[in-house]
């Protein structure tokens, strides 16, 4: 029998949404709606779905192995060098990479204790060891996070805004852990959500890479730009860390079909305003109706909000199921509700009203 590495039993394989073919073959519902993943409800650009119709004329050659032109649009986007530049199947891929990268046997990441799950997965199964730093009030607590460095230290997680409950770093907390920490730690700040923070406090962490300082940033065409069926994000940092993961990084690691649509939703300023004005709708609409039904959330700068149902989460979300709404359950009494068109978020409201008047 082939034994399973130790670091490796212990894993919980990552549990994505609930698919809404999944939910409508079980309970013979129809027309139910997602909002589970946080997903852009609008759907990928106009632009990017031209590209896609035109590019399977190309499907049976390999893809530019680096990106080249998507990463040469990004740099230009950021004001960086293309060498700045890593793409990746995914940003998660790119955490991965990190880890692979920048972990020997028994080294430290730290990160928060309710964070996406893949950066705690990612450090074991290349043989590190996870701190896990409890969030203050449903926020990185950075503080706690710099005492908590050791000379094992090799990578710290941030996610800014944080997934799953859509709260956010400021840029002067940020920038007193920078100034804590040692010359061999990176700091990984994953903003797979950044685009729908409006806070001017949230910090420009692309002028810290253009500085020089020791951070990788992860970005993502998932969210915002609507390609999260693609599998395609990015990472910035200097140099000299972008091309100590391409060693490591596999070949064609991106596919072409991505590569292109991404390329051509970078451009599509339009989709980005629509998008994230309906964004910035649906989350006033949840909040207030959140408050208007008594319940706790947290102040979100990201496209969920995450809610306290003040009562078993588990069943609540149960109960949603079998009205076709998915949400997330998360742990205890609190539910992660992905902001959707404005028709979706009334439904998932009134669902919740009619859920929560049962004992």
Request: aromatic share 6%; with cysteine; proline share 6%.
């Amino acid at each position: 029998m082939i034994e399973i590495g130790k670091h490796i039993e212990g894993i919980e394989p990552y549990k994505p949404g609930k698919p809404l073919e999944e939910l409508e073959r079980e309970l013979g519902i129809k027309a139910a709606i997602k909002l589970a993943s946080n997903e852009n409800p609008l759907g990928p650009s106009k632009k990017a779905l031209a590209v896609l119709k035109r590019g399977s004329a190309v499907l049976h050659r390999y893809p530019e192995g680096s990106g080249r032109r998507l990463r040469e649009a990004i740099a230009q986007k950021h004001k960086l060098k293309p060498g700045q530049v890593i793409l990746g199947n995914g940003s998660d891929e790119i955490m991965d990479l990190a880890a692979k990268t920048f972990l020997e046997p028994g080294d430290e990441a730290i990160l928060g204790d309710l964070t996406f799950a893949i950066y705690h997965i990612s450090v074991t199964a290349h043989h590190g060891i996870s701190v896990r730093v409890p969030l203050r009030d449903g926020t990185y607590d950075l503080e706690a996070m710099a005492r908590r460095l050791t000379p094992l230290t090799r990578l710290v997680f941030i996610c800014n805004p944080n997934n799953p409950t859509g709260t956010m770093v400021s840029r002067r907390g940020l920038d007193r852990l920078l100034n804590h920490l040692p010359p061999n730690v990176l700091v990984i700040m994953d903003e797979a959500y950044a685009e729908y923070a409006d806070d001017p406090e949230f910090p420009n962490t692309v002028e810290d890479v253009r500085r020089g300082a020791p951070v990788l940033v992860l970005r993502t065409f998932s969210k915002m730009y609507g390609l999260a069926g693609l599998r395609i994000g990015y990472g910035l940092s200097t140099p000299e860390v972008i091309g100590a993961m391409n060693r490591v990084r596999l070949p064609f690691n991106t596919n072409s079909l991505a590569q292109s649509a991404a390329l051509a939703a970078l451009s599509d300023e339009t989709h980005v305003a629509r998008s994230l004005r309906v964004n910035r709708e649906g989350r006033r609409y949840l909040s207030e109706s959140f408050k208007a039904l008594d319940l706790r959330y947290l102040p979100s700068q990201a496209n969920f909000v995450y809610v306290d149902t003040g009562r078993d989460g588990g069943t609540v979300y149960e109960r949603l199921l079998r009205k076709g709404v998915i949400v997330r359950h998360i742990q205890g009494s609190w539910l992660r509700v992905s902001i959707g068109r404005p028709g979706e978020n009334r439904r998932f409201v009134k669902a919740l009203m009619e859920v929560l008047k049962r004992k």
